[in-house]
């Protein structure tokens, strides 16, 4: 019988820059701001969105965290696994998931040009026009909070999520 060794992993990055400390205006802006647009979006729904533009935006402080959020509300590993490549594997989400992932795409990769009509009007089909506003809100949310962690390389790996009723 043979033990194998797994090979050290690398060393945890430093982060940046404390951004939140020194700018606990704008942070708490932030939170506020994330607040308002979650309180119009099915909390499943709303992690799996946050997830999904935060592997786009490469944040791997977001999809740690909102990996963790998602699981504690009971979301299952394989629907998370599958969000990057939501469009081969659209059995596992509802249409309404679906039109929501193709909104968070085509909102965060804004450098394609703009939001497809086509992809607006699925979301829109989907949606009531109050929760579809939210959905946006919560789109250019999570967009500005991975800015604000992959300039400031805030570090994954630390996040424990609050316990859920």
């Known amino acids: 019988m043979t033990t194998e060794q797994r090979a050290p ?31 119009g979006v099915d909390p499943v729904l709303y992690e799996l969105v946050k ?7 490469h944040c791997a402080y977001c999809i740690d965290m909102h990996s963790k959020d998602a699981l ?15 469009e081969e594997s659209p059995h596992f989400y509802t249409e309404k ?40 809100a919560a789109i250019a949310v999570i967009n500005a909070w991975n800015r604000f962690g992959v300039t400031a390389r805030m570090v994954p790996g630390h996040h424990h999520p609050a316990p859920h009723a």
């Open 97 to 136: 998931e679906l039109a929501a992932l193709a909104l968070t795409d085509a909102v965060t990769v804004l450098t394609d040009g703009f939001v497809p009509d086509e992809v607006y009007a699925h979301a829109a089909a989907h949606f009531e026009e109050a929760e579809l506003a939210h959905l946006i």
């Open 9 to 39: 992993h690398a060393p945890e990055p430093t982060a940046r820059l404390p951004w939140a400390k020194h700018a606990p205006e704008v942070f708490q802006a932030m939170v506020r701001l994330d607040g308002a647009a979650r309180r």
């Open 72 to 86: 504690a509300a009971g979301e299952s590993v394989e629907r998370i696994v599958q969000l990057s490549a939501w």
């Open 51 to 57: 997830i999904r533009a935060s592997q786009i935006n």
